[in-house]
Each structure stands twice: as C-alpha cells, then as structure tokens.
C-alpha cells in the first residue's frame, strides 16, 4: 500500500541543522496528513510535527515550536522536516507517518500515533554536546 522512506538524518553538533525527508509512494499523498514522532532509547514515542493535507495547517509539541518546520510538496510526493538549533535532547529515531483519512484534524488529533495508518522506517538524528 502506502511506502513511507525517511532520510536525512546524521549526527552534528548542539546548534546545528539538519533536513529530513519522508517520501511517499502513491498518487494520492495530496490527500493524506503527514507527522513526524520520535523516539529515544527506552522513551514513548513523541509528537512533533504534522501538516495538514494542504500545507495550509501546521503543528508542533511544544519543545519544536520556533526550532523545526514541517512543510511539503504534494508534487514530490515528499513531506520535509527542517530541523534548526537542535540539543541533545533532540536525539531519536525520526519516523514519519501518513493519515490517509479525509477528516479535519487538529493539534490533539494529529499529536496521537493512532491517527495515522502508516509509518516509515525510521532514520536516526544525533546531536552532540
């Protein structure tokens, strides 16, 4: 069905910047809401952004607001997470994840991984002090 592949990930140091990429199989990626959750070693997986179908809406936990930015382009089938200032505690596996259901969202819905069907594989960011 739907193939979700991150890339992009790395290790920099405190204060860097790094791009994620999640890229879509499919013709109707335009109709599905995107998000990015992480995990840590021995932590729950953790909301940090999602896009609305559009583009037109976006979210973030609280810790990514002013720091990441999500955005998309329907067009490359490819949903991007710009990752600025990053600290230690940003270290995790990224992992993006698509909702295919055609219903409006919000801050509450698109911060639970059980609204979203599917998910890649993972790709690992490390920033170090």
């Known amino acids: 069905q739907v193939q979700l592949v991150e890339s992009g990930g790395g290790l920099v140091q405190a204060g860097g910047s790094l791009r994620l990429s999640c890229a879509a199989s499919g013709r109707t990626f335009s109709t599905y809401a995107m998000g990015w959750f992480r995990q840590a070693p021995g932590k729950e997986r953790e909301f940090v952004a999602a896009?609305?179908?559009?583009?037109?809406?976006?979210y973030y936990t609280d810790s990514a607001k002013g720091r990441f930015t999500i955005s998309r382009d329907n067009a490359k089938n490819t949903v991007y997470l710009q990752m600025n200032s990053l600290k230690p505690e940003d270290t995790a596996v990224y992992y993006c994840a698509a909702d295919p259901t055609l219903v409006s969202g919000s801050q509450v819905y698109y911060s639970d991984y059980a609204s979203y069907d599917y998910w890649g594989q993972g790709t690992q960011v490390t920033a170090s002090s």
């Open positions: 896009i609305s179908r559009s583009g037109s809406m976006t």
